[in-house]
């Protein structure tokens, strides 16, 4: 085992799946492990199996799908549990039982009733009957971040010498302060007779928003697995993200540390748990959120665009994005405005440019998204609807329960009109599918987002939507009481800009 290299161990699909709503079937579940192995996890926590038969179901298909990752199987320290569990991995290449026990005061006392001394012939014995199915056994002491360091010092120590191959210390409440979860990791390093012939791996959750801090600190320190999650998905205020971890990693080369970790999956795997759980990943989240590297203030765009680095620690590129997003407000400057005319195809001399900025301060200030469209009018080539490349004349959408979503367009393309019908899983994605058979530029969508501007069944809809061609990201908008409409005119949008 090499000393600088730290395991991921992802618990999307166990940990990460107990959030409300955000459950996933078993055909989801493999589609969600075929992404993590291309993403190069090292172990994947494919469920608890005597939970439920789902999970156990999961549990059996995705040892059967995946090929690289060890596959990990949650159990208490109950014998039932890690029978069910062993089942469960009968196909998985390498499979490992992840069973553990309570060990603050707090579990052993008002969870478990228990004593230390049954919590440590407890923890033995699981472990060693673990070691009968599986020569990889991880055990967890729930609630280390809130026990005390002498008594899990001597759990840990007798878990090694029953077997144990991974010693998982769970901050299960988001307790722990960086230095003191360092510390804890520092303290089993010190004082457990063969603590070096394991791995120690973090589980740490982020209820006081110090999850990912408290995993480096213990990585710092000894800590050789994190346990993430994809997007940071969790139980509560969730888990530590996996994407944060490795970027930490990788842009904090002094630390000497490396994952396996292909970064330049991070951003489509995020996409694609966000779309599956259907749980919006925050603009402003580290990584992988929409404004991650996107650039409002004037002074930031300025340095941005001319050396990169003067704002962004992180190429885009590294984790899958394909640029920096200069986005336009009433805080830019004229060298943002400059760039975004120039991609639009207009260039200006420094007095004209002046003028044009002029003008688009006093717009920006009265609307929070400036177009390419308001771009446009404000250079002078006022762009009327009629004149638009592509314009949408009709719409009408057949939807309902017991119907096939069916959707009928009808588009101004330069003067011809042309219609189109298909259907789709929805009134949207029916509607999305009559346009493509009308305007046939290749172009894959990247983010399609609904947010409500109003309030009341009568709301007012924007629309967000991004698609994707030739490694250019376009983007487009609309803003209705009628969803669907909004829905289809932000995607024409987008698409009238393709080259």
């Not at 075929?34 to 999970?55: H, R, T, Y």
């Amino acid at each position: 085992m090499a000393k600088d290299r730290v395991y991921v161990f992802d618990t999307t699909l166990r940990d990460g799946e107990q959030v409300p709503g955000c459950q996933l079937n078993t055909v989801e579940k493999i589609e969600v492990a075929k992404a993590l192995e291309a993403l190069g996890v090292d172990i994947i926590e494919a469920g608890f199996p005597i939970s439920s038969p789902g999970d156990f179901n999961s549990v059996v298909e995705i040892s059967k799908a995946v090929t690289n990752p060890i596959i990990c199987a949650l159990t208490r320290a109950v014998k039932k549990d890690i029978e069910v569990a062993a089942e469960a991995l009968k196909y998985a290449k390498r499979g490992r039982i992840h069973t553990g026990i309570g060990t603050s005061y707090y579990h052993i006392y008002h969870k478990l009733m228990s004593t230390p001394e049954g919590i440590i012939e407890r923890a033995v014995e699981a472990v060693k009957y673990a070691r009968n199915f599986v020569d990889d056994v991880e055990f967890y002491a729930e609630d280390a971040g809130r026990t005390d360091n002498k008594f899990l010092a001597t759990v840990v120590q007798e878990v090694i010498r029953a077997g144990a191959t991974v010693i998982n210390i769970p901050d299960t409440t988001g307790y722990t302060l960086p230095e003191e979860f360092g510390k804890k990791i520092k303290y089993l390093k010190d004082n457990v007779e063969g603590i070096d012939d394991v791995i120690i791996a973090t589980h740490c959750h982020n209820d006081l928003g110090m999850a990912t801090a408290n995993t480096i600190s213990g990585v710092i320190n000894g800590a050789r697995q994190v346990e993430v999650t994809i997007n940071g998905i969790g139980e509560r205020a969730g888990n530590t993200s996996l994407e944060e971890v490795v970027m930490i990693l990788k842009s904090r080369k002094h630390l000497g540390l490396y994952t396996e970790i292909n970064t330049k999956r991070i951003y489509r795997t995020s996409r694609l748990i966000s779309t599956l759980m259907r749980m919006p990943v925050q603009p402003n989240k580290a990584i992988v959120g929409r404004n991650a590297f996107a650039h409002s203030s004037g002074i930031h765009q300025d340095g941005v665009l001319k050396n990169r680095e003067n704002y962004e620690i992180i190429d885009p590129k590294t984790v899958g994005v394909n640029e920096s997003g200069i986005i336009l407000t009433a805080r830019s400057g004229r060298a943002a405005l400059k760039h975004r005319l120039e991609r639009i195809g207009y260039k200006f001399s420094k007095e004209k440019l002046e003028h044009i900025y002029e003008q688009f301060i006093t717009l920006a200030d009265s609307k929070k998204d400036i177009t390419d469209d308001d771009l446009k009018i404000l250079a002078g080539k006022e762009v009327k609807a009629e004149e638009l490349p592509i314009s949408l004349l009709a719409l009408q959408v057949l939807s309902g329960k017991g119907t096939v979503p069916m959707a009928t367009v009808t588009l101004n393309i330069l003067g011809e009109k042309h219609t189109a019908s298909a259907t789709g899983n929805g009134p949207i994605d029916a509607a999305f599918a009559a346009v493509r058979q009308i305007v046939t530029k290749k172009a894959k969508l990247e983010e399609f987002l609904i947010q409500a501007i109003t309030r009341g069944s009568d709301d007012l809809g924007k629309v967000h939507v991004q698609v994707e061609s030739k490694g250019v990201m376009y983007y487009g908008f609309s803003a209705s009481t009628d969803i669907i409409t909004a829905s289809v005119e932000a995607f024409i949008d987008a698409l009238s800009q393709v080259q």
